[in-house]
Structure formats: structure tokens, C-alpha cells
């Protein structure tokens, strides 16, 4: 069983957390594009419109009368045909969203999680205990702990409303709960930093939820 080492905010080491190889033993690279697909196409607004000959602006009245003037029969202005004339088939509202397996979606998330620990992307901090608000103590913490590109912060479901005002205004850092973590936030950011009670509630609902393996045949 692979183990991870917990650091405080100083950067040093006080302990090691066991990771269970349900969780972290592999990677299913399929399951991951799945997850992130779905995760985009939820995001997206879908508010994009056309005119169809119905609401595009002009008269309706017929232009000249059906036969007998040698041009070709027409009946309206803002007919397709007709530049400024309404859309065919074009685009309208819609929601992007579609139904995505819950167990497909915790696969990725162990997914991503061993992909993290595999790239030497993971980090465990005993906890983010902050004495007070201050932005610059902050950024002076994750140069300790070794961030120095992009990191997706990880905190227990409670409020942690000192490390949430440092944090904010931390360029290239996202601060969620462990109940609200997706694949796709694993996978946006170059760093990921777990506090040890929000792995260890993540890991145990994964660990729950995995796919019983086959005894081996002696």
C-alpha cells in the first residue's frame, strides 16, 4: 500500500497517510475524457439564438402578384431566399446536459486522484489552520509546501473563513470543499492540495463506492 507524507504550512514533514489501493491502484484515461466532456458541456450557456422567418423584422404582405411579371413568385420579404430574410434550422436555446453514470463519475475521480499522486502532483497538509486573514502569509505558505505554478486547494466540508479571504485573491488558486471535487478540477490545476481530514473523508466515500475486485485463483 502506497503511502503519501502530510506536511504542515512550514513545508515539513509530520506524519504519512496510508492510500488505499482501491482509490490510487489506476488510471483509466477513457474514463477521465468522459468526465471532463460531460463536465464542459454542463458549463456551457447554450444561449445562442437565430431569427427564423417568423421573427426577423419586415412586412409580411406578398411583393407582387403571383403571375404575369416575368420575375419569379414571391412571397414575402423576409423570406429565407432573401438576404436579410429569416434562418433555416438555425441554432436555439438548449442545454448542453446530459445524464453521466455516478459510477462512471467516482471511477474518474479515483482516476484523476492516482493520476495526481502518480505525477508527483499531490500534496497532504495536516490543515489549513490560518492564526488570521492575510494574503501574503498565504502565498508565503504554498512557496513553503512547494507550489509554485497552479493549485486547486482542498478543505473539509467546514468553514474555514480565514484561509477562504487568503486565498481568494491568490492568482492561479481554487479553493472547494472535498464534497464538490470533480475530475475536471483535479485535472485543471498543476498542483493539488489536500488538508488530511478532507483525503481521508474523500478517500473512505471512494474506497466505499469501489468495484469489489475477483479473488485471485491460487
Do not use: C
Amino acid at each position: 500500500m502506497a503511502k503519501i507524507d502530510v506536511v504542515n504550512l512550514d513545508g515539513k514533514k509530520v506524519g504519512s497517510l496510508e492510500l488505499a489501493e482501491e482509490v490510487f491502484g489506476g488510471i483509466n484515461e477513457d474514463l477521465l475524457w468522459e468526465a471532463v466532456k460531460h463536465y464542459r458541456s454542463a458549463q456551457r450557456a447554450g444561449t445562442h439564438a437565430t431569427k427564423n422567418k417568423k421573427l426577423v423584422s419586415g412586412s409580411g404582405k406578398k411583393l407582387w402578384r403571383q403571375k404575369g411579371t416575368g420575375r419569379a413568385r414571391v412571397g414575402s420579404i423576409r423570406s429565407p431566399l432573401w438576404r436579410h430574410g429569416g434562418t433555416v434550422h438555425g441554432p436555439q436555446p438548449r442545454s448542453y446536459d446530459y445524464q453521466f453514470p455516478r459510477k462512471k463519475l467516482l471511477g474518474a475521480l479515483r482516476s484523476a486522484l492516482a493520476s495526481k499522486f502518480a505525477d508527483g502532483k499531490l500534496t497532504v497538509v495536516e490543515d489549513f489552520d490560518l492564526k488570521e486573514i492575510s494574503t501574503k502569509d498565504f502565498r508565503k505558505a504554498l512557496d513553503a509546501i512547494g507550489i509554485e505554478k497552479t493549485a486547486l486547494l482542498v478543505e473539509s466540508a467546514k468553514a474555514n473563513r480565514n484561509l477562504e479571504l487568503s486565498a481568494r485573491n491568490v492568482a492561479g488558486v481554487e479553493l472547494i470543499a472535498g464534497s464538490q471535487v470533480h475530475p475536471y478540477h483535479l485535472l485543471r490545476y498543476d498542483t493539488a492540495v489536500f488538508s488530511q481530514a478532507a483525503l481521508e473523508k474523500l478517500q473512505g466515500s471512494l474506497k466505499a463506492s469501489a468495484p469489489k475486485r475477483k479473488a485471485e485463483v491460487a
